[in-house]
């Protein structure tokens, strides 16, 4: 049973540190003054050890070069989210793109100028309904299929972190791992929780400059964008945001998708299928699906940065100058 904590008698305690290749910042309110930040740590480095593609002991890099190994509940709990939201958004989220990544020089490969020809030969293997979950092993229709968890990991892993925290009895907290959240509870002052919506503008820094700040209480969020991970080649902008249909990276207008939902690896996963949807169909899609809220910032045909966002936010954004 977890412990009962009493939020108006507890030590406010922030650790930090790195993960992912990324920052993460948590917060949390503790009556027993308790530092977690090496069980956290520990938590997160296990993580990797299943889910990263970094990690060539990982149980996904053994996945990816067919050598059998034992999935744990992080893989599978990766797997089977990830399955889901490529069923829901009819492909435009696809965990198989790992080649595409690669090929597009976004993974651990330099940019190179890519044909078509190379596009159209790794097309035969991709596609989420080519892999399968039978038995706790992973069954793939071509052995050429490499996993890519990179889309919901932070989101997944902000929500193991949450989940421990729960189980030690902390109900008030706030999880930040690489811009990927979840906040549960209130602040002391009885105050929600407040994060920011970035602005997207090539290479600035995390929260240099905001669009908008978001109230939250017990809900995950998590933003994918266009404006980070790229080059230009030939006058030309790729992103990181690789379109599983048609092998290239996305050309949308839609510049940055921050998802609102009942956890932060639904959201994180989520935001990266809008970013392949393009803003109109991303806009078609959430509201058929109340359970989550979406911030957008796209561009018009004059190239005007715009902002959509779902009226359920609207109680708790403000909007930045």
Known sequence: MPEKVNSKTAQKIQIKGDAQGTYYAITYYDTLN???????????????????????????????????????????????????????TNGDYDITVRPLVELWGFGKKEP???????????LKFIGYKKVHLINNTIIKDDKRIQLDYNAIA????????????????????????????????????SSLWQVGIERPKDNEKYGEALTAIVKLKDRGMA????????????????????????????????????????DAAHADG??????????????????????????FIYTDSSGSYKYFYTQNLKKNLEMEQ
Do not use: C, W
């Open 270 to 295: 989520y935001a990266t299928a809008f970013m392949v949807m393009g803003f109109e169909k991303a806009k078609d899609y959430i509201a058929k699906h109340s359970e989550m809220d979406a911030f």
């Open 112 to 122: 190179k100028k890519v044909k078509a020809s190379e596009v159209n030969e790794i």
């Open 154 to 189: 932070q989101g997944y892993s902000v929500d193991v972190v949450a989940r421990y925290l729960k189980t030690h009895g902390i109900e008030n907290f706030l999880v930040d791992i690489g811009g990927e959240v979840y906040a549960s509870g209130r602040k002391d002052d």
């Open 34 to 88: 308790r530092n977690l930040k090496t069980n956290i740590d520990s938590l997160l480095l296990s993580f990797d050890l299943s889910a990263s593609n970094y990690v060539d002991s990982s149980i996904i890099s053994k996945v990816n070069a067919n050598i059998p190994v034992k999935l744990d509940d992080v893989f599978i709990g990766n797997f089977l989210l990830s399955q889901e939201i490529s069923e829901n």
């Open 223 to 262: 933003t994918s964008g266009n404006y980070r991970k790229f080059y230009i080649q030939d006058g030309v902008k790729y992103s990181h945001e690789i379109d599983p249909h048609t092998g290239y990276p996305a050309k949308q207008n839609l510049l940055s998708a921050t998802v609102f939902a009942v």
